[in-house]
């Protein structure tokens, strides 16, 4: 009876210490937690926008750390303090900059090795601006086209959309050499408003006088020196208008030469997430089909509050077996209450 009872409390210890451990691995392994230890390092930025607490740190893609903290300088910088893998170096020579880490607006720090002393970089050190790069804001990117826009018709619109969209995918010519070559052409019109003001003034005596010819002559002349008298009396909000022009065109070059590299990559990876859609396209039509019931499903687990209620029904654990097969391990399960099959 005593034996009976002792080998019961030995397999009921290694049950627990069983569970116990199965439940330690996935708290780290949801939690997204992080044995090894870390190291924390600051750096600077002019701009974060999309970047939050918690967002991968990545160094050529591969993800070493997380950020912990973003604060507003007195110096109105933006400070991000990162923490990275203990087995991670870096040197006086790292370059860091928000990227893109899809199409719906999420960011990642990214580590980048740049030019500069190859010592190595002490934890608690700051990364200055002149080594930061902030993300491209799109947002500002497609706002800073609206001047322009409004002074083009449709046709001209098309055209220079479809020379940056070809510049973006490194073909064609480049937006810089475009947009230097309008600046230029505007700057001479701006610069000259005096002088075509003058044209038109005395363009405007000219028809005077041949106004006093014959009735036909002078209606059609009539109707000329209103039109160019008009303009003469708009002749300042058109040499704003080309001046603004011009200065958009050189925001729009600036933006773009800092923004392509950053540009490109975004519509080559969104080129390369179409594609896997395109191969697997059952299975995405089966996830947008049940995608609603499966949303209804959530809203009703968080009715009762700003948490979600889950049950474990099955504790299994996924090995490796002979010749690399998986083998799985059935620890606990129940198949009653809210676990009974249906």
């Given at each position: 009876?005593?034996?009976?009872?002792?080998?019961?409390?030995?397999?009921?210890?290694?049950?627990?210490?069983?569970?116990?451990?199965?439940?330690?691995?996935?708290?780290?392994?949801?939690?997204?937690?992080?044995?090894?230890?870390?190291k924390l390092?600051?750096?600077?930025?002019?701009?974060?926008?999309?970047?939050?607490?918690?967002?991968?740190?990545?160094?050529?893609?591969?993800?070493?750390?997380?950020?912990?903290?973003?604060?507003?300088?007195?110096?109105?910088?933006?400070?991000?303090?990162?923490?990275?893998?203990?087995?991670?170096?870096?040197?006086?020579?790292?370059?860091?900059?928000?990227?893109?880490?899809?199409?719906?607006?999420?960011?990642?720090?990214?580590?980048?090795?740049?030019?500069?002393?190859?010592?190595?970089?002490?934890?608690?050190?700051t990364i200055?601006?002149?080594?930061?790069?902030?993300?491209?804001?799109?947002?500002?990117?497609?706002?800073?086209?609206?001047?322009?826009?409004?002074?083009?018709?449709?046709?001209?619109?098309?055209?220079?959309?479809?020379?940056?969209?070809?510049?973006?995918?490194?073909?064609g010519t480049?937006?810089?050499?475009?947009?230097?070559?309008?600046?230029?052409?505007?700057?001479?019109?701006?610069?000259?408003?005096?002088?075509?003001?003058?044209?038109?003034?005395?363009?405007?005596?000219?028809?005077?006088?041949?106004?006093?010819?014959?009735?036909?002559?002078?209606?059609?002349?009539?109707?000329?020196?209103?039109?160019?008298?008009?303009?003469?009396?708009?002749?300042?909000?058109?040499?704003?208008?080309?001046?603004?022009?011009?200065?958009?065109?050189?925001?729009?070059?600036?933006?773009?030469?800092?923004?392509?590299?950053?540009?490109?990559?975004?519509?080559?990876?969104?080129?390369?997430?179409?594609?896997?859609?395109?191969?697997?396209?059952?299975?995405?039509?089966?996830?947008?089909?049940?995608?609603?019931?499966?949303?209804?499903?959530?809203?009703?687990?968080?009715?009762?509050?700003?948490?979600?209620?889950?049950?474990?029904?099955?504790?299994?654990?996924?090995?490796?077996?002979?010749?690399?097969?998986?083998?799985?391990?059935?620890?606990?399960?129940?198949?009653?209450?809210?676990?009974?099959?249906?």
């Amino acid at each position: 009876m005593r034996g009976n009872l002792t080998g019961a409390v030995w397999r009921l210890a290694i049950f627990v210490v069983v569970c116990a451990l199965g439940f330690v691995v996935m708290m780290l392994v949801f939690g997204q937690s992080r044995i090894q230890s870390e190291k924390l390092y600051r750096a600077e930025f002019s701009d974060v926008s999309g970047l939050a607490q918690d967002d991968f740190v990545r160094i050529a893609g591969v993800e070493v750390g997380k950020v912990k903290k973003i604060s507003i300088e007195p110096n109105s910088l933006v400070s991000v303090e990162f923490s990275v893998d203990d087995t991670v170096v870096l040197t006086k020579g790292t370059r860091a900059a928000v990227r893109w880490a899809d199409v719906f607006g999420g960011r990642y720090l990214s580590l980048e090795e740049g030019v500069g002393a190859a010592q190595r970089l002490e934890p608690g050190t700051t990364i200055p601006t002149e080594r930061t790069l902030p993300a491209l804001d799109l947002d500002s990117l497609i706002g800073g086209f609206r001047p322009l826009f409004r002074a083009l018709d449709p046709d001209q619109v098309n055209a220079l959309t479809g020379q940056l969209i070809a510049a973006l995918q490194g073909q064609g010519t480049t937006v810089s050499s475009f947009l230097s070559q309008t600046a230029a052409v505007t700057s001479t019109l701006a610069d000259r408003d005096e002088l075509i003001g003058q044209v038109i003034t005395n363009l405007n005596t000219v028809l005077g006088s041949l106004g006093d010819r014959t009735a036909q002559v002078d209606k059609a002349v009539t109707s000329l020196s209103e039109l160019v008298q008009g303009l003469s009396d708009r002749k300042t909000d058109i040499s704003n208008a080309v001046a603004y022009t011009n200065a958009a065109a050189g925001t729009v070059a600036d933006l773009l030469q800092q923004a392509r590299q950053s540009a490109q990559k975004v519509v080559g990876e969104t080129d390369r997430a179409a594609g896997i859609v395109v191969a697997d396209h059952d299975y995405f039509d089966d996830f947008l089909n049940t995608l609603p019931d499966a949303y209804q499903i959530l809203g009703r687990q968080g009715i009762y509050g700003d948490f979600y209620t889950f049950y474990l029904c099955d504790v299994v654990f996924k090995l490796n077996g002979k010749g690399g097969q998986p083998v799985y391990v059935k620890v606990a399960g129940q198949t009653s209450g809210r676990c009974a099959p249906r």
